[in-house]
């Protein structure tokens, strides 16, 4: 393209986005806070599943100071359910540096804000251009694929030398307009029109501007070639109650830090199981009947938990009675979706033996 058709197909994009854009509750502000919440619950994760969230999370932490005050229980409480609780973490960590160090006012250029404990490029990028109306081109699936086929490229997005050459053409077409309204355009444009199969070409704005379109290849782009292979791991889990609480424990690393679940071992056999937790806790359990096998897929692994009914033989030691909830005090703490599904079926099943239901 050359510079008229620059600024052309960019104030397109610009005015179809005002007219056709997505009505969504952090849109309708310019606050720096408010758009940051959104992005990283946004990384990931469907625009549906995170409006509640978004809504529910800014009601209980309107701006950076309530944040950097909360502690990590009420935090991974309202994250429940998004998964990958480490943008919750790097949430926390990154409100409690802009209090620290720019006085509880969200940086307002581009490198200050990319500084942030879990900001990337993308992020940042978002961030600059809503709030501050700084010229920096979003790059992501949207934006990738919209720029292969308006280009007509073969370059294949899973590298990171594509990447970078993407991001210097949004950043060209992103100084011909509004950078707020070109970069969400742009994003609502690949959500909603230039779509990843069955592109809907005759409602798209920018058809005129798109060389796959005119050469027939936009169902072929873009070129994407990742390789990847999911990691099995298999785990027996415990669901193990000492009278009427259930012991679960506070993960300290790893995928699931800082998150509460219920005991789980990468061993063979139950037996195997009883004398891994009594090598850690010191206090025998005893497992008692098969549940049935629950699969939860991550972003490079499947866990295949095989979950047993278990009891303790003792909760009275302070090893165990620490790790001792009721059902009232498990279902306030932050759980990962993993366990969730279990404890939905345990819930299931108390819930068939109430005495109401009998």
């Known amino acids: 393209m050359d510079q008229t058709k620059y600024n052309d197909f960019t104030q397109t994009i610009c005015r179809w986005y005002k007219n056709h854009g997505r009505d969504l509750p952090w849109r309708r502000t310019r606050d720096p806070y408010c758009i940051w919440i959104s992005?990283?619950?946004?990384?990931?994760?469907?625009?549906?599943?995170?409006?509640?969230?978004?809504?529910?999370?800014?009601?209980?932490?309107?701006?950076?100071?309530?944040?950097?005050?909360?502690?990590?229980?009420?935090?991974?409480?309202?994250?429940?359910?998004?998964?990958?609780?480490?943008r919750a973490s790097h949430l926390m960590e990154a409100a409690k540096t802009v209090m620290s160090r720019y006085g509880g006012r969200f940086p307002q250029n581009y490198e200050d804000i990319l500084s942030l404990k879990g900001i990337g490029a993308y992020t940042a990028s978002a961030i600059a251009s809503i709030a501050f109306h700084i010229p920096k081109g979003v790059i992501d699936g949207n934006t990738l694929r919209i720029i292969s086929r308006v280009l007509n490229c073969q370059e294949n997005i899973g590298k990171d030398a594509t990447k970078k050459l993407y991001q210097?053409?949004?950043?060209?077409?992103?100084?011909?307009?509004?950078?707020?309204?070109?970069?969400?355009?742009?994003?609502?444009?690949?959500?909603?029109?230039?779509?990843?199969?069955?592109?809907?070409?005759?409602?798209?704005?920018?058809?005129?501007?798109?060389?796959?379109?005119?050469?027939?290849t936009q169902k072929l782009l873009p070129v994407n070639i990742k390789n990847k292979n999911k990691e099995d791991i298999y785990l027996i889990t415990g669901i193990l109650k000492y009278k009427d609480r259930y012991f679960l424990i506070k993960n300290q690393e790893g995928l699931l830090a800082d998150l509460y679940g219920f005991v789980q071992y990468e061993v063979e056999s139950p037996l195997s199981f009883e004398e891994e937790f009594y090598r850690t806790y010191h206090t025998g359990v005893r497992l008692l009947e098969y549940e049935k096998e629950f699969r939860h897929i991550f972003s490079h692994r499947v866990w295949h938990m095989s979950v047993y009914d278990g009891e303790l033989e003792n909760g009275d030691d302070a090893r165990i009675r620490e790790h001792l909830y009721t059902w009232d005090q498990l279902m306030a703490l932050p759980i990962p979706t993993a366990h969730k599904k279990i404890l939905e079926a345990v819930c299931s099943r108390e819930q068939e033996k109430s005495p109401r239901n009998t």
């Not at 619950?41 to 469907?46: A, D, F, N, S, Y």
């Not at 070109?182 to 070409?201: R, V, Y």
Request: charged share 20%.
């Open 39 to 86: 992005e990283i619950m946004l990384q990931q994760t469907q625009v549906e599943t995170v409006r509640p969230y978004y809504e529910r999370f800014i009601a209980a932490f309107p701006d950076v100071e309530a944040l950097s005050n909360a502690s990590q229980d009420q935090v991974y409480k309202l994250w429940e359910g998004l998964g990958y609780y480490r």
């Open 168 to 216: 210097k053409i949004m950043d060209t077409w992103i100084a011909f307009g509004d950078p707020s309204d070109f970069n969400q355009g742009m994003m609502d444009l690949g959500a909603m029109i230039c779509t990843p199969k069955n592109p809907s070409c005759h409602q798209c704005p920018v058809k005129d501007f798109c060389q796959a379109f005119a050469q027939g």
